[in-house]
């Protein structure tokens, strides 16, 4: 079965961040300095974060919508909440 077009897309930013986390790999292998370290680690962290964010309006748009469908709102806000907690930390 194909993968989405949204799927195709999240699966290439995860092989950037892939690249970017080798990247800051050799970075520290050469000593590179400490701020430029840093502020790759916050270009992956911002590129998870995108991912991330494309994913919950994934599941909100389809899956908590059929389970609201089915009465399954329990479920549902659940797994909201349960993301909303992993997402402040």
Same mark, same amino acid.
């Given at each position: 079965?194909?993968?989405?077009?949204?799927?195709?897309?999240?699966?290439?930013?995860?092989?950037?961040?892939?690249?970017?986390?080798?990247?800051?790999?050799?970075?520290?292998?050469?000593?590179?300095?400490?701020?430029?370290?840093?502020?790759? $680690?916050?270009? +992956?962290? @911002?590129?998870?974060? #995108?991912? %991330?964010?494309?994913?919950?309006?994934?599941? /909100?748009? $389809?899956?908590? +919508?059929? @389970?609201?469908?089915? #009465?399954? %709102?329990?479920?549902?806000?659940?797994?909201? /909440?349960?993301?909303?907690?992993?997402?402040?930390?």
């Amino acid at each position: 079965m194909p993968m989405s077009p949204t799927k195709q897309k999240l699966v290439r930013r995860l092989k950037i961040v892939e690249g970017q986390v080798r990247g800051l790999q050799e970075m520290l292998r050469k000593d590179t300095y400490c701020i430029d370290v840093i502020t790759q $680690t916050s270009a +992956v962290k @911002q590129a998870l974060s #995108g991912i %991330e964010d494309v994913l919950m309006e994934n599941h /909100l748009s $389809t899956c908590v +919508v059929h @389970q609201m469908k089915k #009465g399954k %709102e329990g479920t549902a806000v659940k797994e909201i /909440l349960k993301v909303y907690g992993l997402k402040r930390k």
